[in-house]
């Protein structure tokens, strides 16, 4: 009896039951293109060099850890080139972008500083660190939600607002470089360290506009390839041959350079607000039988 209820209940169903292993059901996702992926591959091996340079500054090689952060610095300088050359830009690349900045430009950069004297002066130092830090948090997610501000002019793409992050990160480490050029680490020079953490920070989250560079090196023309060839192989084999004093004197010249980067913005805000104020009106043209006088015409004396 029970076989048969089952049977006129199977007989009955209209559709038949859900295989969710079926290929027809099965759920198709759609290939990526190898140009997408190429971008968030440098990305991730950027990532893979601040974690590295993390690791150096735990077991006391300053050496590498620097390196570690340069050439991460370096890659995240073409890693959004290329994924605009190869139009392989993603949301998911920005998002994967922003968080490997944080780590190679924010974390790691104040565990070296801190591994290398902040730790002398202990909870002040590492109170420095963590400001350092948390400023590069602050500086990403303000860039993020500054990307698609709609009322940005377009001259604005030309600037920063604030110091970012890669830079941050490399002027950051100017005591160590000093050090390695046979500065002496002493408690005065921990303090100025500390002291000099927390001005970089500042200038992180500060409002303060710089040249982001983003529109140099798009063309260049026929007559300049070579020598742009020849300069950019002279600068890497000066910095691997002479490292801590190209980025020290390197340093040293962007902060010089800061104030120029605000004196140029002030220069857009005053064109752009002499563009936007209202004309003066045309002057009336004179009635018939009107004499206009000018400013040069003297009143005639009275007989």
Same mark, same amino acid.
Request: charged letters at 15%.
């Given at each position: ?32 293109? +190898?140009?997408? %992926? !190429? @971008?968030?591959?440098?990305? $991730? =091996?950027? /990532?893979?060099?601040? &974690? ?117 990160? +490399?002027?950051? %480490? !100017? @005591?160590?470089?000093?050090? $390695? =050029?046979? /500065?002496?680490?002493? &408690? ?116």
């Amino acid at each position: 009896m029970a076989d048969a209820i089952a049977t006129d209940y199977i007989a009955v169903m209209v559709f038949a039951p859900l295989d969710p292993l079926s290929p027809e059901k099965r759920r198709r996702f759609r290939q990526i293109p +190898i140009r997408t %992926l !190429l @971008p968030n591959l440098i990305t $991730l =091996l950027a /990532l893979c060099a601040g &974690l590295t340079g993390i690791r150096m500054a735990f077991e006391n090689n300053l050496e590498l850890a620097l390196a570690a952060i340069v050439f991460a610095a370096l890659l995240d300088g073409i890693d959004g080139r290329v994924a605009r050359l190869l139009k392989g830009t993603s949301r998911f690349g920005a998002e994967l972008d922003s968080l490997a900045d944080f780590v190679n430009f924010g974390v790691a950069p104040a565990l070296i500083l801190y591994f290398w004297g902040l730790h002398e002066i202990k909870s002040v130092g590492w109170i420095a660190a963590l400001v350092f830090a948390i400023s590069s948090a602050l500086r990403l997610a303000r860039f993020n939600v500054m990307i698609d501000d709609p009322t940005r002019p377009p001259w604005a793409a030309n600037f920063f607002t604030g110091v970012p992050a890669p830079a941050g990160a +490399i002027t950051l %480490l !100017l @005591p160590v470089y000093l050090n $390695l =050029l046979g /500065l002496p680490l002493n &408690l005065a020079v921990v303090w100025l360290s500390c002291a000099y953490c927390l001005f970089i920070a500042f200038l992180m989250v500060s409002r303060l506009p710089v040249f982001s560079g983003k529109r140099v090196g798009k063309q260049v023309p026929p007559e300049f390839v070579l020598p742009v060839f020849v300069v950019v192989i002279l600068f890497f084999a000066v910095l691997i041959s002479y490292p801590w004093i190209v980025l020290s004197v390197g340093t040293l010249a962007y902060l010089t350079c800061l104030p120029f980067g605000w004196l140029s913005y002030r220069d857009y805000q005053r064109k752009d607000a002499a563009a936007a104020a209202p004309a003066p009106p045309p002057d009336e043209p004179p009635m018939p039988g009107e004499t206009v006088q000018t400013a040069d015409e003297r009143p005639t004396r009275l007989n």
